[in-house]
Antibody, heavy 126, light 107 residues
Framework: QVQLVQSGAEVMKPGASVKVSCKAS????????MNWVRQAPGQRLEWMGS????????KYSENFQGRVTIVRDTSATTVYMELSSLISGDTAVYYC???????????????????WGQGTVVSVSS | EIVMTQSPATLSVSPGERATLSCRASQSIDDNLAWYQQKPGRPPSLLIY???TRATEIPARFSGSGSGTDFTLTISSLQSEDSAVYYC?????????FGQGTKVEIK
């Protein structure tokens, strides 16, 4: 069956970097995009960035000021999200989510998120 | 950035009654809108995409409507298992943005 399995919970110090993985299975990896969304306690869902697994092209939220990097390993059917210069406000549950992608005159686009990972808790504390 | 605004914040509905949730975009997003359901401790799950198309295995009591800036999610006959937070999301423009959520409670 189609599933996304994320890496385990992390406890980090301020200023450090965290790398979360998302292992995809049950579908053709390069035919879809992967998106990263986080949810701080009691807050709304926040989009962080997306990667076109076919060509590796990425889109990032400017809210993270260059702190987010998303890469994919097609042989391992795994996407990685790295968040650097962590602060306490980065404490959240981080989700990967699959979507279709397509191309229009503005470049590549992602569709709605049909499959979600189980979430990875990242806690940032001194 | 497109701002998504949902109302009401909380909705309390009796079993079998209709629940109507609203989502408004700060500018037109055509029909590039999705609705997600999230239960405590669980990831969100896709209910509706393209503003009105039910995702796989979603019961017919869930329906979506709207286009442009105003959208509605209707649960025609609320069941106890529908107690959750519901989020709308636009995927017309980058950055993708979500509403703040509507919590549906069973009265």
């Amino acid at each position: 069956q189609v599933q996304l399995v994320q890496s385990g919970a992390e406890v980090m110090k301020p200023g450090a970097s965290v790398k979360v993985s998302c292992k995809a299975s049950g579908y053709k990896f390069v035919n879809f995009a992967m998106n990263w969304v986080r949810q701080a306690p009691g807050q709304r869902l926040e989009w962080m960035g997306s990667i076109n697994a076919g060509n590796g092209y990425t889109k990032y939220s400017e809210n993270f000021q260059g702190r987010v990097t998303i890469v994919r390993d097609t042989s391992a059917t795994t996407v990685y999200m790295e968040l650097s210069s962590l602060i306490s406000g980065d404490t959240a549950v981080y989700y990967c989510a699959r979507s279709k992608f397509y191309y229009d005159r503005n470049g590549w686009q992602s569709d709605a998120y049909d499959i979600w990972g189980q979430g990875t808790v990242v806690s940032v504390s001194s | 950035e497109i701002v998504m605004t949902q109302s009401p914040a909380t909705l309390s509905v009796s079993p079998g009654e209709r629940a109507t949730l609203s989502c408004r975009a700060s500018q037109s997003i055509d029909d590039n809108l999705a609705w997600y359901q999230q239960k405590p401790g669980r990831p969100p799950s896709l209910l509706i995409y393209g503003a009105s198309t039910r995702a796989t295995e979603i019961p017919a009591r869930f329906s979506g409507s709207g286009s442009g800036t105003d959208f509605t999610l209707t649960i025609s006959s609320l069941q106890s298992e529908d107690s959750a937070v519901y989020y709308c999301q636009q995927y017309n423009n980058w950055p993708r943005t979500f509403g703040q959520g509507t919590k549906v409670e069973i009265k």
